[in-house]
């Protein structure tokens, strides 16, 4: 056979091959573990990949495919699976010390589904430690490069997925947004990233970092393929009480009888996100070029107001933290995943968290705790719950005047490694533009859009719509990417 040609090939691409006996599963997949084994030493996407256990279930997948009882059109295409969304038998680090030595028994409700239909999870992508960064560089193992220019960042957290993605390891990933970790690093790496509705797609087997804002996302090289994987995973769920009961699915069908026009379409512009909001004249450049791109494809243009958006990256650094302080004080060590001994149970504990914790983890922990304290919960934690409140009013006012809503997704491109580690306020104001989406609980998505004419770097545009108006989010960016 000859040699596979993998670099940004769509899983719908892959699947009309699979089914026109092109290749086979047990082909494609060794043909991308090859890839991994020759290019990811530089780009350091995956903290582990088991070829072996890929292939046996490539194989499976032939193998139905051969009697003609495919699980789907995708059986045995491979998903890579970001390190703090739990798979049967594989370990589940969160890029941590503290979780290195920890498998998983069980399948997340999102990998689970992706097995029932035929996707295969491919290796633990690299993260920031606990989902808690913007660049990637708060892994405990390594930093994983932009492949677009290895001297910067992918972006965080999902820094592993969009590598793996951009990079070709695999024709999609899937990744976990609390405060812009998918669109951000998608943008970063010119790539797709969605975030769905909160609780449109389960969190059971997603290692909380904060429960009320967390979601599993996917991560890929268009509209139709984010809409495939969407239809494969969203949907209510028993075991996670916060997941929605409203019919999901129908997604890449939507994408598939997209008009091509944006006719009729409302599309506001906030002007916060606009006005003083210290975006890299790129970035600006870009953006501007992607509403023109926008009107003419018929869409009307409102501005739009989200008044407290000046807020969103204080209350989400109160609210986050505060669920992290929570969510972080299981792991001790003492049920599960690398104890220190200590002279006794205190210092064990001390010991512990003190060496299996890096610094960024820490300091969250830190802010939750203080701002949960006594004297001080009214003042930080219940202030900012009452100003999420109105963030989340701000969109659904917005959300009268238009259908969907245009932004940058990040005021500059990728940064240079250690260009914003010493300083962790510049580091926060990385997700200055995604932070509000996951406080309002809306979906969004981050759209390839160009490259900064002075970097070459990629840049992203930024598309939100209202709770549950997925499909429609993805039709805009099927025809804007055309």
């Known amino acids: 056979m000859a040699e596979l040609n993998l670099v940004n090939r769509p899983i719908h691409e892959l699947a009309a091959g699979l089914a026109a006996k092109e290749f086979s599963a047990a082909e494609l997949v060794a043909a991308y573990a090859d890839r991994v084994a020759a290019k990811d030493g530089e780009i350091k996407a995956f903290l582990k990949l088991d070829r072996e256990q890929a292939l046996k279930a490539a194989e499976a997948a032939d193998a139905r495919r051969t009697a003609g009882k495919p699980l789907s059109d995708y059986d045995g295409i491979p998903v890579g699976i970001k390190d703090c969304i739990v798979a049967e038998g594989e370990t589940c680090s969160c890029a941590s010390k503290i979780l290195a030595p920890v498998k998983s028994p069980y399948d997340s409700t999102a990998v689970a589904r992706l097995r029932a239909q035929g996707f295969i999870p491919f290796g633990r992508l690299n993260m920031d430690e606990f989902a808690m960064g913007s660049s990637c560089e708060n892994s405990a193992f390594q930093k994983t490069a932009n492949p677009c220019d290895v001297s910067r960042v992918p972006g965080g957290s999902s820094g592993g997925s969009a590598a793996c ?89 939507a994408v598939r009888n997209t008009s091509g026009s944006l006719k009729g379409m409302k599309i506001g512009l906030p002007k916060e996100y606009f006005t003083g909001s210290g975006l890299a004249s790129g970035v600006e450049t870009i953006t501007q070029q992607a509403i023109e791109k926008v009107r003419s494809l018929g869409a009307e243009l409102v501005e739009v107001s989200l008044p407290h958006t000046r807020y969103a990256v204080a209350v989400y650094y109160i609210i986050a933290t505060a669920e992290a302080s929570a969510n972080l004080a299981r792991f001790d060590g003492i049920r599960y995943g690398d104890r220190k001994e200590g002279r006794d149970l205190v210092d064990t504990y001390f010991k512990t968290r003190g060496e299996g914790f890096g610094d960024e983890v820490k300091r969250r922990i830190l802010l939750g705790t203080y701002v949960l304290s006594s004297g001080y919960y009214d003042a930080y934690y219940l202030r900012a719950q009452k100003v999420r409140t109105l963030i989340r009013r701000d969109f659904e006012e917005a959300y009268r005047q238009c259908d969907l809503m245009l932004t940058p997704v990040t005021p500059t491109v990728a940064f240079k490694f250690g260009e914003k580690t010493s300083d962790p306020l510049q580091m926060y104001l990385s997700d200055i533009f995604t932070i509000a989406l996951n406080l309002s609980g809306n979906c969004g998505i981050s759209v390839p859009a160009g490259r900064d004419p002075e970097t070459g770097m990629p840049v992203g545009v930024q598309f939100l719509a209202p709770a549950l108006a997925e499909a429609r989010l993805l039709q805009v960016t099927d025809t804007f990417m055309r």
């Open 165 to 253: 993605v951009a990079a070709s390891f695999a024709p999609a990933a899937l990744g976990s947004d609390t405060g812009g970790s998918i669109r951000q690093p998608a943008a970063f790496c010119g790539i797709v990233g969605l975030k769905p509705t909160y609780g449109r797609v389960s969190r059971y087997g997603l290692v909380a970092f904060a429960s009320s804002l967390d979601q599993i996302g996917p991560m890929t090289h268009d509209a139709l393929d984010a809409g495939i994987l969407l239809d494969a995973i969203a949907g209510g769920d028993p075991m996670d009480s916060t997941s929605l009961p409203n019919p999901a699915g129908g997604f890449a069908d």
